[in-house]
């Protein structure tokens, strides 16, 4: 099938990538110009591992290339996927480039002699696609949802860092469907992918979106409150506390005689709080609209106020070990990707980690392998903030590191590393992956989330 994609950004580029994988022919658009040049190159303009290989390999036999050219994308197409941008501005979701790109499809709609379906696959609240995707293509393309054109909604779970495994074996496939008809043509871009497929309303599609992010973003946050009272009590072992957790059988089965260790616990457990383009912006979105609808949602609420708040733990950790005045001390800083396996800095808990420590006088001298290879967040741009090439120059005569993304080749580094270079050897660790007892049995002062 002929596919484009309106929006080549993380998402826009995955599903182009994975549907080109698939055998369809795709076509991505972008407005900006610099993506589009960088694709058909056969670069991508973001990491994520695996990426480079696939997507040279897919331009090359032309299964995949990126335009501005908006119209001729849709006209030579059967399936648009919106793939666009959907911030939070104040709170409240922006849906200003749904609404131009929505525009932009209905105007080309306008001039198409063939049935087309449009999917919306930018996470959007219940309503929208029916509400304010639908009266636009109608208004714009003269044309009634119909016999015309179809539309769907086919929210994505995609999740940085294995995105492209994620998107070629996806583990549901929600189909939102406005008329049976424009699910069943859109179903069949996805006729290779054996996932369950739900086939559902388009705001049952939206909220399935939101509840999965939701449900995940909550674990994340009760998470952080218990370490929060083990905290206080100086006795409890929050890591241990998991373990205990985690061992229920109804969290880790049987299979035979093993036990399985499912996705879901790497939620159950505490960090630096969760970041990233998703969890913070769509559970923000979904407590507004709550609000909205006259539900105060006072659980997502206070889901988001301890993720506000659990960067900061890391300073007061820092502080209790370090002491109270950071005025011209070194903290090294380890990690700024939101996750590990992606240079996606957005949202990332490093930034109001960093701004507390320059706040207060310290200098943060910063290292992560990928988020910066390309340009430097603008958040980094202060004097006190130093950007180290190597983990080694970061913590040389550090007073104290804090470990906030649990890269691989951070998980790797020994008590040894870190007491032979800093000036202190004070170890804060966000995520809680180094060995306690042997970091406290080198000499390290040795501090975690939730210890
Ligand atoms: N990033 C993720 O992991 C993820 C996962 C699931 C769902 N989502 C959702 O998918 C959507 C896209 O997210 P993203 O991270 O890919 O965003 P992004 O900001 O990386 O990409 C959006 C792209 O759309 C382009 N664009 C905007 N308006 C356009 C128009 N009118 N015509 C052509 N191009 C246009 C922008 O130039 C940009 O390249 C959001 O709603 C997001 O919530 C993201």
């Given at each position: 099938?002929?596919?484009?994609i309106?929006?080549?950004?993380?998402?826009?580029l995955?599903?182009?990538l994975?549907?080109a994988l698939?055998?369809?022919?795709?076509?991505c658009v972008?407005?900006?110009?610099?993506k589009?040049?960088?694709?058909?190159?056969?670069?991508?303009?973001?990491y994520?591992?695996?990426?480079?290989?696939?997507l040279?390999?897919?331009?090359?036999?032309?299964f995949l290339?990126?335009?501005?050219?908006?119209?001729?994308s849709i006209?030579e197409?059967?399936?648009?996927?919106?793939?666009?941008?959907?911030?939070?501005?104040?709170?409240?979701i922006d849906?200003?480039?749904?609404?131009?790109?929505?525009?932009?499809?209905?105007e080309?709609?306008?001039?198409s002699?063939?049935?087309?379906?449009?999917a919306?696959?930018?996470?959007v609240?219940?309503?929208?696609?029916?509400?304010?995707?639908k009266p636009?293509?109608?208004k714009?393309?003269?044309?009634?949802?119909?016999n015309?054109?179809?539309?769907?909604m086919?929210?994505?779970?995609?999740?940085?860092?294995?995105?492209?495994?994620?998107?070629l074996?996806?583990?549901?496939?929600?189909?939102?469907?406005?008329?049976?008809?424009s699910?069943?043509?859109?179903?069949?871009?996805?006729?290779?992918?054996s996932?369950p497929?739900?086939?559902?309303?388009l705001?049952t599609?939206?909220m399935?979106?939101?509840?999965?992010n939701a449900?995940l973003?909550t674990l994340?946050?009760?998470?952080n409150?218990?370490?929060?009272?083990?905290?206080?009590t100086?006795k409890?072992?929050?890591?241990d506390?998991?373990?205990?957790?985690?061992?229920?059988?109804?969290?880790?089965?049987?299979?035979g005689?093993?036990?399985?260790?499912?996705?879901?616990?790497?939620?159950?457990?505490?960090?630096?709080?969760?970041?990233?383009?998703?969890?913070p912006?769509?559970i923000?979105?979904?407590?507004?609209f709550a609000?909205?609808?006259?539900?105060p949602?006072?659980?997502?609420?206070?889901?988001?106020n301890?993720?506000?708040t659990?960067?900061?733990?890391?300073?007061?950790?820092?502080?209790?070990?370090?002491?109270?005045?950071?005025?011209?001390?070194?903290?090294?800083?380890?990690?700024?990707a939101?996750?590990?396996?992606?240079?996606?800095?957005?949202?990332?808990?490093?930034?109001p980690?960093?701004?507390q420590?320059?706040?207060?006088?310290a200098?943060a001298?910063?290292?992560?392998?990928?988020?910066?290879?390309?340009?430097?967040?603008?958040?980094?741009?202060?004097?006190?903030?130093?950007l180290?090439?190597?983990t080694e120059?970061?913590?040389?005569?550090?007073?104290a590191?804090?470990?906030?993304?649990?890269w691989k080749?951070?998980?790797k580094?020994?008590?040894?590393?870190?007491k032979?270079?800093?000036?202190?050897?004070?170890v804060?660790?966000?995520?809680?992956?180094?060995d306690?007892?042997?970091?406290?049995?080198?000499?390290?002062?040795?501090?975690?989330?939730?210890?």
């Open positions: 099938m002929k596919i484009s309106v929006g080549t950004g993380y998402v826009g995955i599903t182009g994975s549907l698939l055998g369809h022919q795709v076509i972008d407005s900006d110009q610099n589009i040049s960088k694709i058909n190159n056969g670069y991508s303009p973001f994520e591992p695996g990426m480079d290989k696939l040279k390999k897919e331009v090359a036999k032309k290339q990126a335009t501005n050219n908006l119209e001729r006209l197409s059967s399936v648009t996927i919106i793939a666009v941008g959907t911030p939070t501005i104040k709170n409240k849906l200003s480039y749904i609404k131009v790109a929505a525009r932009q499809i209905g080309a709609l306008a001039k002699k063939k049935y087309h379906v449009v919306v696959k930018s996470t609240l219940p309503g929208v696609t029916e509400r304010l995707v636009i293509l109608e714009y393309s003269k044309k009634k949802v119909g015309n054109f179809g539309i769907c086919n929210p994505e779970f995609l999740r940085e860092g294995c995105a492209i495994e994620d998107a074996h996806p583990d549901r496939i929600v189909i939102g469907q406005i008329d049976e008809k699910g069943k043509e859109f179903a069949k871009i996805y006729k290779k992918v996932a497929k739900i086939f559902t309303n705001w599609a939206e399935t979106k939101y509840s999965a449900l973003a994340i946050s009760f998470s409150e218990i370490a929060r009272i083990a905290e206080q100086g409890v072992d929050i890591v506390v998991w373990q205990g957790v985690h061992l229920d059988r109804r969290l880790s089965p049987y299979y005689n093993k036990r399985i260790k499912p996705g879901i616990l790497n939620y159950i457990f505490s960090g630096c709080g969760y970041g990233g383009s998703c969890f912006k769509d923000q979105a979904l407590a507004t609000k909205e609808l006259g539900n949602a006072p659980l997502l609420n206070s889901v988001i301890i993720n506000k659990q960067p900061h733990r890391l300073v007061l950790l820092l502080k209790k070990a370090l002491g109270e005045n950071l005025k011209q001390k070194k903290i090294a800083v380890l990690g700024l939101f996750k590990p396996n992606t240079d996606d800095v957005r949202q990332s808990p490093a930034f980690i960093i701004s420590l320059i706040s207060q006088g200098k001298i910063v290292h992560d392998p990928m988020a910066y290879q390309k340009t430097i967040p603008e958040q980094l741009n202060n004097p006190s903030v130093i180290a090439k190597s120059e970061a913590i040389k005569n550090a007073d590191v804090i470990l906030v993304t649990a080749e951070y998980l580094l020994s008590p040894h590393f870190f032979k270079s800093m000036k202190l050897p004070i804060i660790d966000g995520r809680r992956v180094y306690k007892a042997s970091f406290l049995q080198a000499g390290i002062l040795y501090k975690g989330v939730g210890l």
